[in-house]
Structure formats: C-alpha cells, structure tokens
C-alpha cells in the first residue's frame, strides 16, 4: 500500500511562489507514475501536472504552463510542485497522486493512490 503525504500549502500573494511536497510512504514509488490534481470549491477535481518515472516525461494542464514545474527525487519518494507568478484562480485544495502503469497520465481515474492534500489560497 501506498500512503502519500502533502505538505507546503498556504497563504501566498498573487505574482508569488510556493513549493509543495509531497512523500510516499509504505511501498517504493520511485517506479511510479506521479501527478499533481487540484479542485477549487464547487468544481470538479482538475488536472495540473504529471511526471513519468523512466525518462522523466513532464506534461501540464495548460492554465499551469510555464509557472509551475513539477519534478521528483526517487531518492527521496518525494514529488515536488513549484508555483511561481500564483494568481487567485490558482487558489484550490492540491493533490497528489501515484500510479504502478507507466506513462503520461492526465485523467483523475488514471491514478490508483491518493494523498489527502493541502489547501493553497492566492490572494489577490
């Protein structure tokens, strides 16, 4: 079993940055697919980046692209999200979340674990 862990949320200023993390625990995720999800309140849980574990393929939603980067240390069982220029819309409860399948994967239903999150809210 795979248990995952968010941490980093908080308050931050619009134009500004935050880190999130995220650990894995009780099983080796280094081989894993890994991704970050985010779900504002009333919508739908939204993708926001993903990251393979062979080649290291990385691929955002398109509201995330070129502010946010994602990134891994196997090392570690940690994933990371970094989120520079914040803006308000941003403002969600974030997710993290694993997959054993190889491969892209941008759909909710595509990851089989996931983390309990950690609210980020962009003031404007």
């Known amino acids: 079993q795979v248990q995952l862990v968010e941490s980093g949320g908080g308050l931050v200023q619009a134009g500004g940055s935050l880190k999130l993390s995220c650990t894995a625990s009780?099983?080796?995720?280094?081989?894993?697919?890994m991704g970050w999800f985010r779900q504002a309140p009333g919508k739908e849980r939204e993708f926001v980046a993903t990251?393979?574990?062979?080649?290291?393929?990385?691929y955002y939603a398109d509201s995330v692209k070129g502010r946010f980067t994602i990134s891994r240390d196997n090392a570690k069982n940690t994933l990371y999200l970094q989120m520079n220029s914040a803006k308000p819309e941003d403002t969600a409860v974030y997710y993290c979340?694993?997959?054993?399948?190889?491969?892209?994967?941008?759909?909710?239903?595509?990851?089989?674990?996931w983390g309990q999150g950690t609210q980020v809210t962009v003031s404007s």
């Open positions: 009780g099983r080796i995720v280094s081989t894993y697919t």
């Open positions: 990251i393979t574990w062979r080649d290291s393929r990385l």
């Open positions: 979340a694993a997959d054993p399948r190889a491969g892209v994967r941008s759909r909710r239903e595509d990851y089989k674990h």
